[in-house]
């Protein structure tokens, strides 16, 4: 008798566990969020800072992002003789977390992380910056 009751109860157990694995809508589900800064924010426009130098004052920089993958790089090296503005244009592509973007024809660091209203120049490795240097690779949107 005693062994028919362990049974029991062991059955009612196991129904409680499955009932709660099932697709039962009161039983909360987690939700995949496939939002990313290229479908979620409206990323294009333009940016603008003053990123660090290390032989000049400065280099004022101004990106523009266009909706049809397109872009324009504008570097002003601060302090430095003539000429000490380049401009560049090219396209852009995003990578698989749509979070980053690279400038294509552009020598690397060619990497920006993509944020609301802004976008963060990364290093060489294609890292964000951090330490007390990390505001200074900023570009505020215009």
């Known amino acids: ?17 499955q009932k709660n694995q099932s697709n039962d809508p009161e039983v909360p589900q987690a939700i995949p969020d496939d939002h990313t800064s290229q479908n979620a924010l409206d990323w294009y426009g333009s940016y603008s800072g ?13 990106l523009v992002l266009n909706a049809n993958g397109s872009y324009s ?6 302090g430095e003789s003539e000429p000490n503005t380049f401009e560049t244009q090219g396209s852009f592509s995003w990578n698989e ?3 980053t973007i690279t400038l294509e024809n552009k020598e690397a660091p060619n990497q920006y992380y993509v ?3 802004y976008i963060a120049k990364l ?3 294609g890292n964000r910056v951090t330490g007390d240097l990390a505001n200074m690779y900023i570009l505020q949107k215009d």
């Open 1 to 17: 008798m005693k062994t028919l009751i362990l049974i029991l109860i062991s059955l009612m157990l196991i129904g409680c566990v």
């Open 50 to 62: 003053l990123l660090p130098c290390a032989s000049c004052e400065g280099i004022k920089t101004t």
């Open 73 to 78: 790089l504008t570097l002003n090296y601060l």
């Open 97 to 99: 977390a749509g979070n």
């Open 115 to 117: 944020g609301e209203n």
């Open 123 to 125: 290093d060489m490795e």
